[in-house]
């Protein structure tokens, strides 16, 4: 699987095209800004990209619109997003832009190598992942309806933005897949979501819910 990371800080690109490189990934290309990024793209045709959200020249959000650029080109092109903090108008941009094969991640997060491949590979494969202080922060921005909702029933919901399936999530948080499943159903009830087996569409509809 070919992968093309954009980001400018040498020693940090060096360590993720290590990383994807020992975990099975060809990196295609490693690109220092848009411009490099956008022509490694259309050179190489890549399966997935690892974008730093803040780039040169001003650091503010030239990664993430190189990222929707080429979601633009190659629709559902699969693009993992990644920065120090939490950009919740940058993270509802490009989940507005389509919500398939769409991550995004808090640095601090890729540096758990299990969790970040893991994210890497759910993306690639048309997933849709969220960091979870994003997720948090996101349902603050839609406290109205989501007040309904429990303490236990908000970290399901969390979870389930992250696009973990019952299994996974009782996991988490170490309760029977009987009661995450009791759990989901409140969480669409209080929501008016509609219910669905499809961990994905599941994340489409709380996305859909949060106004992404």
């Given at each position: 699987?070919?992968?093309?990371?954009?980001?400018?800080?040498?020693?940090?690109?060096?360590?993720?095209?290590?990383?994807?490189?020992?975990?099975?990934?060809?990196?295609?290309?490693?690109?220092?800004d848009a411009d490099e990024f956008a022509k490694a793209v259309a050179e190489h045709v890549p399966d997935i990209a690892v974008v730093d959200v803040r780039l040169p020249p001003t650091f503010t959000d030239e990664g993430l619109r190189a990222a929707i650029e080429a979601r633009r080109l190659r629709p559902g092109f699969p693009v993992l997003v990644f920065s120090q903090y939490v950009e919740e108008v940058y993270a509802a941009e490009?989940?507005?832009?389509?919500?398939?094969g769409v991550g995004y991640l808090l640095k601090d997060r890729v540096s758990r190598v299990d969790e970040f491949m893991e994210a890497v590979r759910r993306v690639a494969a048309s997933g849709t992942v969220l960091d979870p202080e994003v997720v948090s922060q996101?349902?603050?921005?839609?406290s109205d309806p989501l007040e309904r909702l429990t303490p236990r029933e908000r970290e399901v919901l969390a979870l389930m933005a992250e696009g973990l399936g019952n299994t996974a999530i009782g996991q988490k948080l170490v309760i029977s897949e009987g009661a995450v499943h009791k759990h989901v159903g409140n969480v669409f009830l209080k929501l008016d979501l509609p219910p669905t087996d499809s961990g994905h569409r599941r994340v489409l509809a709380v996305l859909a819910h949060l106004g992404l």
């Open positions: 699987m070919r992968v093309v990371i954009l980001e400018d800080n040498p020693i940090l690109a060096e360590g993720l095209g290590l990383l994807l490189g020992n975990s099975g990934f060809e990196v295609a290309a490693v690109a220092g490009l989940l507005a832009a389509g919500s398939e996101l349902m603050v921005k839609r």
